[in-house]
């Protein structure tokens, strides 16, 4: 029962971030947002060297180096390899 729910968990952050993407720097956005978000909450719970603190790190500048070039008018697509990539990130 629980790994039919981690699925469906999974399945619907993918699928929500790739519905956002619709609108130039949206889902870069939002995911820049969530990654800060937790990496401020990491960093308050003093997790200096966890995993989750340096993913979310990584992920921050690679979303925000896309979103440079992502907002309108947009001269490069996340397309929807992009953005299931972040709502996968995000669902784990």
Do not use: E, W
């Not at 999974?10 to 990496?39: E, H, K, Q």
């Not at 308050?44 to 603190?53: I, K, P, Q």
């Amino acid at each position: 029962m629980q790994t039919k729910i981690s699925i469906l968990i999974i399945v619907g952050a993918i699928n929500a971030i790739n519905l956002i993407d619709g609108l130039d720097g949206l889902a870069a956005g939002t995911c820049s947002i969530y990654y800060i978000t937790m990496a401020v909450i990491g960093l308050t719970m003093h997790v200096y060297g966890g995993l989750d603190v340096i993913l979310c790190t990584i992920m921050i500048g690679s979303t925000l180096g896309f979103l440079v070039y992502n907002f309108n008018p947009a001269s490069i697509f996340m397309g929807d390899t992009g953005s299931m990539f972040l709502g996968y990130m995000i669902a784990i």
